[in-house]
């Protein structure tokens, strides 16, 4: 079994059905398990900011896929969903990133791991450190990147 964290993001249409019908998916896949989940946290949108507002979360599971089937999975997830991106770091009813993978790192086109911009958002710093309060990213602490993060706006859903 491999550890993994995924974090998920929507600002299209119901985004919190988004989340969970893609949390839903994640569960009907046999070679997965959802371990932890945060709260959902409503964030301000960074790259093209003329947008609604995201509602993120950031989900760890154990899985047996290698890497490319679980990105493959991600991406299954999203085109059920119907992810329309016409505006790049635009609007989408879903995204699904691989944000790390137990002892697995690549610098391909295709898969990034680390996701390469994930240390510099709060929308995904902010849920993964409420689930994992001791991890390192590229060798550094959690709290360190946390406590140097210049920050989008972000705030715990109330309602769950
Ligand atoms: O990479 C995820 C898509 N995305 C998001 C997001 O999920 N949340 C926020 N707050 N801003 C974003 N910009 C992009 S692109």
Same mark, same amino acid.
């Given at each position: 079994?491999?550890?993994?964290?995924? %974090?998920? %993001?929507?600002?299209?249409?119901?985004?919190?059905?988004?989340?969970? &019908?893609? !949390?839903?998916?994640?569960?009907?896949?046999? /070679? =997965?398990?959802?371990?932890?989940?945060?709260?959902?946290?409503?964030? @301000?949108?960074?790259?093209?900011? &003329?947008?609604?507002?995201?509602?993120?979360?950031? !989900?760890?599971?154990?899985?047996?896929?290698?890497?490319?089937?679980?990105?493959?999975?991600?991406? +299954? =997830?999203?085109?059920?969903?119907?992810?329309?991106?016409?505006?790049?770091? %635009?609007?989408?009813?879903?995204?699904?990133?691989?944000?790390? +993978?137990?002892?697995?790192?690549?610098?391909? &086109?295709?898969? =990034?791991?680390?996701?390469?911009?994930?240390?510099?958002?709060?929308?995904?710093?902010?849920?993964?450190? @409420? =689930? /994992?309060?001791? !991890?390192?990213?590229?060798?550094?602490?959690?709290?360190? !990147?946390?406590?140097?993060?210049?920050? @989008?706006?972000?705030?715990?859903?109330?309602?769950?």
């Amino acid at each position: 079994m491999n550890k993994v964290y995924l %974090g998920l %993001g929507s600002n299209i249409g119901d985004t919190k059905e988004n989340i969970n &019908k893609a !949390i839903e998916l994640l569960k009907e896949n046999l /070679n =997965i398990s959802i371990t932890n989940k945060s709260s959902f946290y409503e964030t @301000e949108p960074v790259g093209y900011t &003329k947008q609604d507002w995201f509602l993120n979360i950031v !989900i760890e599971i154990e899985t047996t896929l290698k890497p490319y089937k679980l990105l493959e999975y991600c991406q +299954y =997830i999203e085109s059920e969903l119907k992810r329309k991106r016409i505006i790049r770091w %635009g609007p989408r009813s879903i995204d699904v990133d691989i944000l790390l +993978y137990e002892g697995f790192k690549s610098n391909d &086109k295709d898969l =990034i791991v680390p996701h390469p911009r994930m240390c510099e958002r709060a929308f995904v710093m902010v849920p993964l450190y @409420e =689930i /994992n309060k001791t !991890i390192e990213i590229n060798g550094k602490n959690i709290k360190e !990147i946390i406590d140097n993060l210049d920050g @989008e706006e972000i705030r715990v859903k109330k309602d769950g």
